[in-house]
């Protein structure tokens, strides 16, 4: 085995207080976005917002292509009827859910080992609404010294179990996928033997 490759959430990292489907706290991050863009708590607003997300919200509404969080938010904020910067909208709305952001206890002491041993560590990521490969890299902060490489499902354009990820994990890794482990914590992932 020449390489480890990791899925993110809940693998290496965790978001305190945040459910995989994010559905629970939709309300209370549309309301502090709604907040920090300057306008008052609109039930209206947030309604509309909370039915875009949840038609883009793999645990609701299952997709192997990706989509970027500028589509979502392009469309929450053509709905809201405001012209506002979308990058900064975007960094509001994550920033509700990474505030949270942990490593696990054995985060360090793995990505350690296998580098004590030559072996190259990649991450490969379905991640939420789009989130943005800068955004990503947030939730690296104590470990980001540790992994080679990082490709998201926006950069890949499908998502897991879909092969091409791996694929190009493996090769950006400098492997044959069948030299790579991939370690996830999810069923569907265990479920893709070769890749």
């Not at 009827?81 to 979308?86: S, V």
């Not at 990521?125 to 800068?134: I, N």
């Amino acid at each position: 085995m020449k390489a480890i490759g990791f899925d993110l959430g809940d693998t290496l990292i965790y978001y305190r207080n945040v459910q995989a489907s994010w559905t629970d706290l939709y309300e209370r991050s549309l309301t502090k976005l709604l907040q920090d863009i300057g306008m008052d708590q609109n039930d209206e607003l947030i309604e509309a917002a909370v039915q875009i997300l949840k038609k883009f919200n793999t645990r609701i509404n299952p997709r192997e292509y990706e989509v970027k969080d500028t589509d979502i938010f392009q469309e929450i904020l053509q709905v809201w009827g405001i012209n506002k910067d979308m990058k900064q909208t975007i960094h509001t709305f994550f920033s509700f859910f990474q505030a949270g952001s942990h490593m696990f206890y054995y985060t360090l002491p793995i990505l350690k080992y296998l580098k004590e041993r030559n072996i190259k560590i990649g991450i490969l990521t379905d991640v939420p609404y789009g989130m943005s490969r800068e955004l990503v890299m947030k939730d690296l902060k104590g470990f980001e010294q540790y992994v080679d490489v990082l490709i998201t499902s926006v950069e890949v354009g499908y998502r897991k179990p879909r092969s091409e990820g791996f694929i190009q994990l493996a090769h950006q890794l400098g492997c044959h996928p069948e030299q790579m482990s991939y370690v996830g914590n999810e069923e569907r992932i265990r479920a893709y033997k070769n890749t």
